[in-house]
């Protein structure tokens, strides 16, 4: 892996700080355009001040992303979001009955709006969400900038859902990491682009697609085949290292286990996303599980992981999709 420590100052997390204190920090290295590693309800977000080019670029150094993928803008509210984009009448409906929550919108940008160009990639378009998390919210008001942030992972690599899996991710290359707990849905945001009139399924997420079908009043779209709207749709990604092996009943036996419902194998190298079969608690479970499997399997000479048949009703669309990009052959 290519190392390349941008910014040697390091002040990990600050949970025994008040949060207050932590906010203010927070804040202050997001004006002085530093990276932040914040919580959100869905995962840990590496947040600049997305008005800052320069700030913006460290994301992609810090992430070693191979590209300049578009990244999500996150703001305090319909307010603040609407000056960076235009809000057709069904975006306007979709804010006003998810925000804040775990919905990311694809809308028109709005000329000289003050975001850095490289938040849409060159894109016409800019990805908005509210997060619901606090602290986000916090540091959001308290440096009065809208923040960049894309998931405080390695580029490729698990989500993070706890403030160690971004050290273990990102250690020097982040100025503050902020220790807000695990997150609570622990997936990542839905994405839906508002076309006009039309609304369309970019990224399943965080927020099951009939709840947003009951406010469209229609199915959600499917992305036109040819665009590759948003990388998190390219085959590989979100993958651990180990070989990821997907609706097996049961491990064989060199094999270490992701179970979902009644478990018949359980033992050291098997967790379980949800013993009950509550998909909410599946999906806050996805991604630490995938993590600790994927070290017991480095332990002890595992071939792989299996993981169980998860039903594709609510949440569990958006963890079959993270699943068979985690089993995808590497790129
Ligand atoms: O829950 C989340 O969405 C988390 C938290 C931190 O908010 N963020 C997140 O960001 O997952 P990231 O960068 O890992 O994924 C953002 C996705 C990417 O797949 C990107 O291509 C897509 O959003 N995206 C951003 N702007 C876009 C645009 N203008 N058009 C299409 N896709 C866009
Ligand atoms: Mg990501």
Not at 112 to 140: F, N
Not at 152 to 181: C, K, M, W, Y
Request: net charge neutral; proline share 8%.
């Amino acid at each position: 892996m290519k190392d390349a420590p941008a910014i040697p100052e390091i002040l990990t997390a600050v949970a025994p700080m008040a949060v207050d204190r932590g906010v203010e920090r927070a804040a202050s290295f997001i004006i002085a355009g530093d990276l932040v590693a914040i919580p959100t309800e869905t995962v840990y977000g590496l947040a600049a001040d997305a008005t800052n080019d320069r700030a913006v670029a460290k994301i992609f150094e810090a992430k070693g992303r191979p590209s300049f993928n578009p990244l999500i803008v996150h703001v305090a509210d319909l307010d603040m979001a609407r000056r960076y984009a235009d809000f057709p009448p069904l975006a306007e409906k979709l804010a006003r009955a998810f925000w804040p929550g775990p919905l990311t919108l694809v809308l028109p940008r709005k000329k000289d709006c003050g975001l850095s160009l490289l938040v849409s990639a060159g894109l016409e378009t800019v990805a908005l969400r509210a997060p619901k998390s606090p602290i986000a919210r916090q540091i959001i008001d308290k440096s009065g900038r809208p923040l960049a942030a894309p998931s405080a992972n390695r580029s490729g690599s698990i989500s993070p859902t706890q403030a160690e899996h971004v050290r273990d991710s990102l250690g020097r290359r982040v100025r503050l990491i902020f220790d807000g707990g695990a997150c609570s849905v622990g997936i990542e945001s839905t994405i839906i682009k508002v076309d006009g009139d039309r609304a369309v399924l970019l990224r399943p997420g965080g927020l099951p697609r009939a709840d947003i079908e009951r406010i469209v009043g229609m199915p959600l779209e499917a992305p036109a085949a040819a665009s590759i709207e948003a990388p998190g749709m390219l085959s590989s990604h979100y993958a651990p290292n180990a070989r990821l092996r997907l609706n097996a009943a049961a491990p064989e036996k060199d094999e270490a286990y992701l179970g979902f419902g009644a478990m018949a194998s359980d033992g050291d190298a098997a967790l379980n996303l949800s013993a009950a079969g509550d998909l909410v608690e599946a999906a806050a479970n996805l991604f630490a599980h995938l993590r600790s499997l994927d070290a017991i399997c480095a332990e002890n000479n595992l071939s792989g992981i299996a993981a169980a048949p998860v039903p594709m009703q609510g949440l569990g669309e958006a963890i079959n999709d993270r699943l068979k990009r985690a089993a995808a052959p590497r790129l």
